[in-house]
């Protein structure tokens, strides 16, 4: 059985759900939890921007074309989705990052992402 980090946000409080509709999560639970096994640290829960999705296409990451071989039905704008850390951060480089629920967003995402660039992208209530 593969063992989960602890359940904490880049807040430092219980780390909450990030999206069941669409199903996202290293462990399609709908929350951004991590493990060692998670190598592309799925842990930062982005609300999709077109521009992201786009910007994700264009660098080889096509999340918004239906997979259904996979079960897939692709994302749009609006979603809530556990992203690779490092993913996130070369899009907030490129100018282009989606908005950020820091409440779903796990505290290993600190590892690669500082946190005033999280804020930053912050998803308002």
Not at 76 to 94: I, N, P
Request: glycine share 8%; proline share 6%; hydrophobic share 40%.
């Amino acid at each position: 059985m593969i063992e989960k980090d602890p359940s904490l946000n880049v807040l430092g409080d219980p780390l909450q759900i990030c999206s069941t509709d669409p199903m996202t999560g290293y462990f399609r639970d709908g929350a951004c939890d991590t493990c060692a096994a998670d190598n592309g640290s799925h842990t930062v829960c982005a609300v999709l921007t077109a521009e992201f999705l786009a910007f994700s296409k264009y660098v080889g990451n096509d999340l918004s074309t239906p997979r259904p071989e996979y079960g897939f039905a692709g994302l749009k704008a609006g979603d809530g989705w556990c992203l690779c850390a490092s993913r996130f951060l070369q899009a907030a480089e490129e100018g282009c990052a989606p908005k950020v629920n820091l409440a779903a967003t796990h505290q290993r995402a600190l590892e690669i992402v500082p946190l005033d660039i999280l804020e930053l992208h912050q998803a308002h209530k």
